[in-house]
DNA sequence: CTAAACTTTCAATAATAATTGAAACAATAT
DNA sequence: ATATTGTTTCAATTATTATTGAAAGTTTAG
């Protein structure tokens, strides 16, 4: 397979990915199309190559600043901004992951520990108080440790995740 | 709060975190409902609780039960169909996660490997092949370690998964 | 077999989300 | 000061996805 023909399908296959996740395909193919170029890109770059807007470019790009895994990069002596991404792979992940905590952990969090303390309603049965609290409880506490997992994980430095924690994970295959 | 007022705060908070990932609000929201009511639901019923039509309320609950997450309940002598949530949520986690990983993580394993051999291309530095190539194999090298830990969390029983694996994520916290 | 009770499908419609492109804005060089 | 080169914003448009509702399909009872 030629190179050109390899980064069209990288790119169409990131963006669909990022559809699956709550990601703007263009988001997620600009993210790939700068992962895969050696150098950085301008805003030029980005449109000719996707064939998308200069409004559309710029606002992708500046979310995915906001998400920590593209950078602005300026060259002496020229005007217009370049852009590179995070090339570690790894770092990539943790950032999105912290990015996703935020955005969808701690929303239903919030939700969780408000509706926690539910009054002995009239006209319920005490079956029907008690099965559901009881569930608010157990989706409460398997919030906390996914809380937990992730924040764990993003504290993690790149060759603990890799060589401890992926051994631990497959230890027999 | 009042217990109905609870089960609506829920019910809501759930179709958000639905949108957030790649799954429709209502699907999201005929999940929680049927999480927080202690017995099956009949069609009607989400109908009327959810104001939602008959053809919405009926493919929701099918995609649910193709994920795994809600089981038809037929009752002796009862012509229609009732539907109930699985309750365990260390279980519900592990279907979805199943099911994420069948539509997400799969997909892109295999434009990895397909665009794994690039040839080098005329018109293109060995410097840029070069750097692509990297980038592609640190990818598919994280996405099957990302795909084993999924497998292990799969096979993995609830017992393991809360009491082994929560100790080891937060040992100090 | 036919009616009744219920489920499933799917083309039409509505709701939501992404994209454009032009105008406003900012920075630098002359 | 103003022309040039670039960035940012945002209302209008377009594309995508979800929802409806009526018709077709099933199943059971009589």
């Known amino acids: ?48 190559q996707l064939q998308i807007s200069r409004g559309n470019a710029n606002m992708n790009v500046r979310a995915l600043m906001d998400w920590g895994i593209v950078r602005k990069e300026l060259r002496p002596g020229e005007r217009r901004e370049f852009f590179s991404a995070e090339k570690d792979i790894h770092r990539v992940a943790t950032l999105i992951l912290k990015e996703r905590r935020k955005r969808e952990l701690e929303p239903i969090m919030r939700v969780l520990s408000e509706i926690k303390q539910v009054e002995p309603t009239p006209g319920a049965t005490s079956e029907e108080t008690e099965s559901f609290t009881k569930m608010i409880d157990s989706i409460h506490s398997f919030a906390e440790f996914a809380d937990g997992a992730a924040s764990t994980l993003i504290k993690a430095d790149e060759n603990w995740f890799l060589s401890t924690f992926m051994k631990l994970m497959r230890p027999s295959q």
């Open 1 to 48: 397979m030629q190179l050109d023909e390899a980064k069209s399908k990288f790119i169409e296959g990131w963006g669909t990915l990022g559809s699956a996740w709550g990601v703007s395909r263009t988001m997620a193919q600009v993210h790939a199309l700068l992962l895969v170029s050696p150098g950085a890109l301008s805003t030029e770059d980005l449109m000719e």
